[in-house]
């Protein structure tokens, strides 16, 4: 399976983005979900993580701001990201669990400017 990610840009604090993770194969059969983020320097670190028919797990700085989904019919993993804060500055990267083998997709940027 190979993840396109993409839906990153340039935006202001205060904004919307949603990004996108399509998946070359069905996700029918996925077993985890989930997005993290790499700045500049640091570690990737989780933004979400979703165990499917389990629990979702946000990390607490997007907590109540971020929402992750998907649509069977498109293959798609989604991240809607809202009221966007600089310090979310970073690539993003999706990730997704399928027959207990784990894919990654090759990032996407998102830039927030104060």
């Known amino acids: 399976v190979q993840l396109q990610a993409s839906g990153g840009g340039l935006v202001q604090t205060g904004d919307s983005l949603k990004l996108s993770c399509v998946a070359s194969?069905?996700?029918?059969?996925?077993?985890?979900m989930g997005w993290y983020r790499q700045a500049p320097g640091k570690q990737r670190d989780m933004v979400v993580r979703a165990i499917l028919g389990g629990t979702t797990n946000y990390a607490d700085s997007v907590k109540g701001r971020f929402t992750i989904s998907r649509d069977n019919t498109k293959n798609t993993v989604y991240l809607q990201m809202n009221s966007l804060k600089p310090e979310d500055t970073g690539t993003y990267y999706c990730?997704?669990?399928?027959?207990?083998?784990?894919?990654w997709g090759q990032g996407t940027q998102v830039t927030v400017s104060s």
């Open positions: 990730n997704i669990i399928i027959n207990f083998f784990n894919y």
């Open positions: 194969g069905s996700l029918s059969t996925i077993q985890v």
